[in-house]
T-cell receptor, first 117, second 116 residues
Framework: KAGVTQTPRYLIKTRGQQVTLSCSPISGHRSVSWYQQTPGQGLQFLFEYFSETQRNKGNFPGRFSGRQFSNSRSEMNVSTLELGDSALYLC????????????????FGEGSRLTVL | AQKITQTQPGMFVQEKEAVTLDCTYDTSDQSYGLFWYKQPSSGEMIFLIYQGSYDEQNATEGRYSLNFQKARKSANLVISASQLGDSAMYFCAMRELNTGGFKTIFGAGTRLFVKA
């Protein structure tokens, strides 16, 4: 069973640019969550999608956005990049079924490491 | 509001000994799940163990066990017979069922060093 695939793995951008990151979940998983990981802030929740609907959103500015497609693949976009956006962006998929926290086990991709210069 | 607290930034343990990593949580929800993840230096996040809020028995998975004390809102991870490969960051996480809106939040993590 293929795992969670994130692309690209590494990228370098300059301030003011925008970036799009992609995530393909495990087959059969309809929930995709995104996290930003930095040494100072740890793992911060960005948003979660389930069957193309955003179910929850973290406390990030509107420059951070995402979407999910009918095949459960997800993308996140960061516009007008700032130096502080440099981080490891992790995508995780799960069954994520309502009514059962046990289906919240997250399967993570290897992450996309973004460096903003 | 959801909150996960891991008070040990770093821990050392001798190989083959047991170690306990602390985790406390705060939630107003009655139904929630608690998870532990391991992140080696390579960066990938690995699921270790799960405990549901209604589970009366402590969860165990091989050398990992979760010491769940609901009244104290604590979910400590116990690793028995530590191995050098256990050196990594460990994150405690919680997913609320009702009020959390389908998000999982993570603690700050504990870095474990296993000494030979």
């Amino acid at each position: 069973k293929a795992g969670v695939t994130q692309t690209p793995r590494y990228l370098i951008k300059t301030r003011g640019q925008q970036v799009t990151l992609s995530c393909s979940p495990i087959s059969g998983h309809r929930s995709v969550s995104w996290y930003q990981q930095t040494p100072g802030q740890g793992l911060q929740f960005l948003f979660e999608y389930f069957s193309e609907t955003q179910r929850n959103k973290g406390n990030f500015p509107g420059r951070f956005s995402g979407r999910q497609f009918s095949n459960s693949r997800s993308e996140m976009n960061v516009s007008t990049l700032e130096l502080g956006d440099s981080a490891l962006y992790l995508c995780a998929s799960s069954l994520g079924l309502a009514g059962d926290p046990n289906t919240g086990e997250l399967f993570f991709g290897e992450g996309s490491r973004l460096t903003v210069l | 509001a959801q909150k996960i607290t891991q008070t040990q930034p770093g821990m050392f343990v001798q190989e083959k000994e047991a170690v306990t990593l602390d985790c406390t949580y705060d939630t107003s929800d009655q139904s929630y799940g608690l998870f532990w993840y391991k992140q080696p230096s390579s960066g990938e996040m690995i699921f270790l163990i799960y405990q549901g809020s209604y589970d009366e028995q402590n969860a165990t998975e091989g050398r990992y066990s979760l010491n769940f004390q609901k009244a104290r809102k604590s979910a400590n991870l116990v690793i028995s017979a530590s191995q050098l490969g256990d050196s990594a960051m460990y994150f405690c996480a919680m997913r609320e069922l009702n009020t959390g809106g389908f998000k999982t939040i993570f603690g700050a993590g504990t870095r474990l060093f296993v000494k030979a």
